[in-house]
């Protein structure tokens, strides 16, 4: 997020000088965004990971259960 107010403050500074400064400033600020998007998506990934290993556990405990209530 702070990458993104920062691009969009340079960009606005840029967009009073030369346009070929403006194009770098603008290029810089999306090769920031682009990585962050390819963090965020990156650990969005590995939560889901964790999250199917937790379901995957939960559902081995529920049919344990049922099996012993089954016994009992």
Known sequence: MNRTVA???CA???L???PAY?????HAGIQNIT???EERN??????AKELQERDKR????LG??????RQA
């Open 58 to 61: 939960a559902e081995e405990r």
């Open 35 to 37: 990585k962050d998007l």
């Open 42 to 47: 990156k650990q969005a990934e590995e939560k």
């Open 16 to 18: 009073s000088m030369q």
């Open 12 to 14: 606005a500074m840029a």
């Open 22 to 26: 403006f194009l770098m400033t603008a």
């Open 64 to 69: 344990q259960a049922q099996e012993e209530r």
């Open 7 to 9: 691009f969009i403050v």
